[in-house]
């Protein structure tokens, strides 16, 4: 079957980034991790890639001071090296700018910690708990130039209950995270299959 060069970008523990490793070892599952890049050479993510085999690499946004472009002209070329296809991001925590998000327009998917269209941003739980909502969820969404504004793949819910914590609601979502995106990641990769085959 034909599966898409997957490149995850991550800038931290990188759990998500394992669950989308994981989920690609299926026979039947349409992408291939080729390359996962951090932008901090300290992310715990990057160590657990090459435990699971998964080449890595590092573009640090540092080394390129306040142009972002720049940075992220690096981090395309790394992408285009590897053949990518499709990049997930995983915990990836800058806001990209509009030339690279349009270069990998209708090509980047992005996991976010709420139900949107609810909490775009930063401190979501701290939010929704404010806010005096009764479920909290997380979604998996196309990357468009808006921040976390793209059009939404799947979402998951869990219960907010009296105790919860922001901390608390983000340790409970977790797994349920790990359990959306694989399955959502495969479905953007079966919309560009379907969409554009001739590009595989
Ligand atoms: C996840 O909870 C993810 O939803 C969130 O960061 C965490 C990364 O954890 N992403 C964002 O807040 C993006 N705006 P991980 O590194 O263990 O996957």
């Known amino acids: 079957m034909t599966k898409l060069a ?22 039947d599952y349409p992408a291939r991790p080729v390359l996962v890049l951090s932008n901090r050479p300290t992310a715990a993510g990057l160590i657990r890639a ?59 998917v992005n996991i976010h910690p709420s139900l949107l269209p609810k909490y775009p941003g930063l401190n979501t739980h701290a939010r929704a708990l404010a806010a005096g909502d009764t479920e909290a969820g997380c979604s998996v969404h196309w990357v468009t130039e808006g921040v976390d504004a793209g059009e939404v793949i799947a979402r998951a819910r869990i219960t907010i209950c009296p105790d919860d914590t922001a901390e608390r609601l983000a340790e409970r979502l977790l797994p349920e995270e790990h359990r959306l995106y694989p399955e959502a990641l495969r479905q953007a990769c079966d919309q560009i299959l379907t969409r554009d085959p001739s590009t595989v």
């Open 6 to 27: 997957l490149g995850i970008l991550i800038s931290g523990r990188g759990s998500n980034m394992v669950s989308l490793v994981d989920a690609a070892l299926a026979a």
């Open 50 to 108: 090459q435990a699971l085999g998964v080449e890595t690499d590092v573009v640090d946004h540092k080394a390129f001071g306040t142009d972002r472009e720049a940075h992220e002209r690096a981090i395309d070329a790394r992408l285009r090296e590897k053949g990518v296809e499709i990049i997930a991001l995983a915990g990836y925590m800058r806001v990209l700018t509009p030339w690279f998000v349009r270069r990998w327009q209708g090509r980047m």
